[in-house]
């Protein structure tokens, strides 16, 4: 697909109206280089949970910002997020009880899951520019995706939906 690769970047402000620019930036980019709207919607998601998750938790509501680089390669497409905030390795965070958090009506808490169940890599590290999370997505490898609980049973939430239409 490309010779060499492709970096482009969008820096916004850690607030929650901007997470729009951050998706509308994946969109915009991801069709210039012709990645279907499969991959477009997971980076989507995955992006609007990592960001949330940095502008909630890294910043705690301080002012700051996000820088979301996009690196296309021949076989894979990263998305790296870089923030100022605390620090936060999500490789530490376990895996979900789904069945506790539907028995309980748990909501909130699975942005990490979720980003593990949509993309191929995920790494996590402290950098000279902040810290720096990447989401990668290989071309033309074949993941078998398991529901973590029958369909039915998962609560229909905005967020589950989109989920499990970018899972298929």
């Given amino acids: 697909m490309f010779k060499r690769v492709i970096k482009e970047q969008i820096k916004v402000p850690a607030k929650i109206e901007y997470l729009k620019d951050l998706r509308d930036f994946v969109t915009r980019i991801g069709g210039k280089y012709g990645f279907s709207d499969s991959v477009i919607n997971t980076f989507k998601l995955a992006v609007d949970e990592a960001s949330t998750n940095i502008i909630r938790h890294a910043y705690r509501d301080h002012d700051g910002d ?7 390669r021949r076989n894979s497409l990263t998305i790296s997020l870089i923030d100022q905030g605390r620090f936060f390795n999500p490789e530490q965070v376990k895996d979900p009880d789904l069945q506790r ?8 808490g699975l942005g ?3 980003m593990r169940k949509l993309v191929d890599e995920i790494d996590y590290r402290r950098t000279e520019e902040g810290n720096e999370l990447r ?3 290989f071309h033309n490898i074949e993941r078998k995706r398991k529901f973590p609980l029958p369909f039915p049973k998962i609560p229909g939430t905005l967020q589950v939906k989109y989920y499990t239409i970018s899972a298929i």
């Fill in 66 to 72: 996000i820088v979301l680089r996009m690196i296309v």
């Fill in 112 to 114: 990490i899951f979720i």
């Fill in 135 to 137: 989401l990668t997505k």
């Fill in 101 to 108: 958090y539907v028995a309980i009506g748990k909501r909130g």
